[in-house]
């Protein structure tokens, strides 16, 4: 079972087009135009090992929310697609991820109840040309479109592209133990016999 999700999004901001596989390789072929995001969505699909395809184009000549906010948007709507009906998986996720200094720690409960909470030492950094503050928006507008109830908490972190990355990785890795089919699970894995 391949588990898969596609959904394309057209706005006078930013034009998408996006496929998940959740059972996958760790497959990444993406182009936002926004290099950071690009190397950011990689890890998280290598590290998640899900395949992820995203062609997007937008007004990056304005700033990078729109691009940043809508392939969240579309990756959230994408994986919510590809988990059907949410039957046997594990439901939950957690993965605390190093990287050099920085320490990350992404906790995931896949039950159509979105919510983000977000605590990280970064503030108005920047990333070559990237504004580190747009991960926050990135990951609420996932949260949001995906209905996964998403706590991200950064212990700490010197390095602004070293806690990003530890963010994304820890991201992928707990979603990707969230979303694991486990046989010992019969139906949805709620007592109140549905997610939501």
Known sequence: MLREGQVERTTKETRIKLSLRL?????????????????????????????LTIAAKGDV????????????ICLGEA????????????????AVVPMIEALAA???????????VYNSPLGN???GTFDVELVEEFLRAFAQSSG?????????GSNAHH???????????????AVELDPRVKGVPSTKGVLG
Do not use: Q, W
Request: a neutral charge.
């Open 79 to 94: 994986f919510r697609r590809a988990l059907g009906d949410m039957k046997g998986i594990r439901r939950y996720g957690h």
């Open 163 to 177: 806690t990003v990355e530890a963010v994304f990785k820890a991201l992928g890795r707990a979603l990707s133990t």
């Open 125 to 127: 950094e920047k990333v």
């Open 23 to 51: 059972s996958g390789e760790g497959t990444g072929k993406i182009s936002t135009g926004v290099p950071f995001l690009d190397h950011m969505l990689t890890l998280f699909s290598r590290h998640g090992l899900f395949d």
């Open 61 to 72: 000549e304005v700033d990078f929310h729109h691009v940043v906010e809508d392939v969240g």
């Open 148 to 156: 996964v109830c998403l706590h991200v908490n950064v212990a700490y």
């Open 106 to 116: 992404v906790t995931v409960d896949v039950s159509a109840r979105p919510h983000l």
